[in-house]
């Protein structure tokens, strides 16, 4: 099972790249909470632990021939679709949205696992049909992320579901899909949000329109973006240096 070329394959310039990211991350997320939090590193540690974690799974799952997981494809996504539907039964509601499962001393969140188990199924989905030429081709892919999109959507998770179809477009277009496709499936996506933004709920319009005006709702959904523009206003081109962000002193 084990497959020692991936190994010898593996590419160091992305891990590395990807631990530089983390490291600054890391320095960011300290500086950011520092202050407000007087000097507590809670959130590094969260975030230390997680890259961490992440490395051991990444490995773990380097030392596998991917061959073998495209093989097990159809049972991940059962599995993943029958996960988030527990999560409506037996899930934990948290800032409005029943997306958490308590596991023993932690609660865990399926959606973010999702996230995974629909790349892995979906690069296997478009590797056995091949090139995509016509819109007709489009059908079972599209079946294949909106049932883990309207379930998301249900919870109610209006960020992951939007996660899962930027995947799915993602993917679509690495994929080779045809130009005219392509478009015209960015095309009737675009005709369909007015459709969209009505079914949406009050609070999920409500967080969308801040984002275009933050200024529609200073203290509420749109506060954590006038306080973005300032800080970057306020330092300019080169900030105020570490540890000294105006809005992480609440000043």
Not at 58 to 80: G, H, P
Request: glycine share 8%; charged share 10%; net charge positive.
């Amino acid at each position: 099972m084990f497959n020692k070329k991936l190994w010898k394959n593996f590419d160091f310039a992305l891990l590395i790249t990807v631990l530089l990211i983390c490291t600054f991350s890391a320095v960011v997320i300290s500086s950011a909470s520092h202050a407000v939090e007087t000097g507590s590193y809670k959130n590094v540690i969260v975030q230390i632990v997680a890259v961490l974690f992440g490395l051991v799974f990444l490995f773990a799952i380097t030392l596998f021939d991917y061959n073998q997981i495209a093989r097990l494809s159809k049972v991940i996504y059962v599995l993943n679709i029958l996960v988030l539907i527990s999560v409506l039964f037996i899930g934990k509601v948290s800032n409005g949205a029943q997306s958490w499962i308590h596991v023993g001393p932690i609660d865990i969140q399926p959606s973010e696992f999702s996230k995974i188990a629909l790349v892995l199924t979906l690069a296997n989905l478009f590797n056995e049909m091949g090139e995509i030429k016509t819109f007709k081709d489009l059908v079972n892919p599209l079946i294949h992320v909106l049932i883990p999109f309207v379930i998301v959507m249900l919870q109610p998770d209006l960020g992951t579901a939007l996660v899962f179809l930027a995947i799915f477009i993602g993917m679509l277009f690495i994929s080779g899909v045809k130009p005219k496709v392509f478009a015209g499936l960015i095309a009737m996506g675009i005709a369909m949000m007015p459709v969209a933004y009505k079914i949406l709920k009050p609070y999920q319009r409500n967080r969308l329109l801040s984002f275009i005006n933050p200024n529609l709702d200073p203290m509420g959904s749109g506060y954590h973006v006038i306080q973005s523009k300032i800080a970057i206003g306020s330092g300019m081109f080169w900030g105020k240096g570490l540890y000294n962000g105006s809005q992480t002193q609440l000043y």
